[in-house]
């Protein structure tokens, strides 16, 4: 009874247009998940980059109309097309079949699987992909490692550390990454930062 309810409210509240596109937008999902995560990854990463870039120029009080750095967006979107979307979507899959929902403390066991070891794998591969697609040798990308790696981990602890256990234990397996994704707006902007 709840679930139809509110199914109701929602689509009670949303207009033709949002109410067209939330519908295609599952269609799509549910035909092509990989390829939907993906492109939706792309798209986000791209505009979290862009953000980050108006975040900046606002901070340093330039007038934000001047040129944007395109080069950015695009990297972060390749990265969102190749890497965010079809990687979380195997990862959210495969921690569904190795920690299955009966296990006693299940929701934990994910969240320790996710930060202790996805985290910091996905990050190492954030900084090595986006150190290749900047042109970087790889004496950029150690010392890019060796300055920004930590403390980007401990702020990703800090900040994905309730958003994962969120998404890990109440959103659907198959909006975990678009969950992630909408987050991943703010977080991008924060490594951006860091990288400037």
Not at 37 to 42: D, F, I, N
Not at 59 to 85: H, M, W
Not at 130 to 147: I, P, R
Request: a positive charge; proline letters at 6%; charged letters at 15%.
């Amino acid at each position: 009874m709840a679930p139809a309810a509110s199914k109701l409210r929602v689509e009670v509240g949303l207009g033709p247009l949002p109410r067209r596109a939330l519908s295609q937008y599952l269609r799509l999902l549910r035909l092509y998940p990989v390829l939907t995560k993906a492109a939706t990854s792309s798209i986000l990463s791209a505009l979290g980059n862009f953000l980050a870039q108006l975040i900046e120029k606002k901070q340093k009080k330039e007038n934000c109309s001047q040129k944007l750095d395109v080069s950015g967006p695009l990297r972060y979107a390749i990265y969102g097309f190749f890497f965010t979307g079809p990687l979380g979507h195997f990862f959210y899959l495969l921690m569904e079949r190795w920690i299955p929902s009966e296990v006693p403390l299940a929701g934990i066991k994910r969240l320790l699987l996710d930060r202790l070891l996805f985290a910091p794998a996905f990050l190492s591969l954030f900084f090595l992909v986006m150190n290749f697609l900047e042109g970087q040798d790889t004496a950029a990308f150690a010392a890019k490692m060796k300055s920004g790696f930590w403390p980007a981990l401990r702020m990703n602890w800090r900040v994905w550390t309730p958003v994962q256990f969120i998404n890990i234990n109440y959103i659907p397996v198959q909006f975990r990454v678009l969950f992630a994704n909408l987050v991943a707006l703010f977080w991008y902007a924060y490594l951006a930062s860091l990288g400037k």
